[in-house]
């Protein structure tokens, strides 16, 4: 008997952020200190420790997730890209 997918939840979307700045920093081989170094270039101090705990729990503010992907050159998150994260973590939209 096959199992309906799991709904989604507040700790679904922390681990499609996780997911997500994960992937695109591996991506383009970008270390936590090097993503600490980049964002401290523009003005905005975070150390590489602090960054690692925001995004290994998936927490962190919209300023500082779109900060992280303006210094990563992140041109454009794909929705179809996001579906693909929800469906490997077992996860369906509602239609």
């Known amino acids: 008997m096959r199992s309906e997918p799991a709904k989604i939840n507040g700790g679904h979307w922390r681990q499609l952020v996780q997911r997500l700045l994960k992937a695109e920093m591996s991506r383009r081989g970008v270390r936590y200190q090097d993503l600490s170094d980049r964002l401290a270039s523009v003005g905005i101090h975070q150390s590489a420790d602090n960054l690692r705990n925001k995004v290994n729990k ?20 794909e ?4 579906l693909d994260i929800f469906a490997d973590m077992g996860v369906k939209l509602p239609d």
């Open 58 to 77: 998936g927490i962190l503010g919209a300023d500082l997730l779109l900060q992280i992907m303006i210094v990563l050159n992140v041109r454009r998150i």
């Open 79 to 82: 929705r179809e890209d996001l």
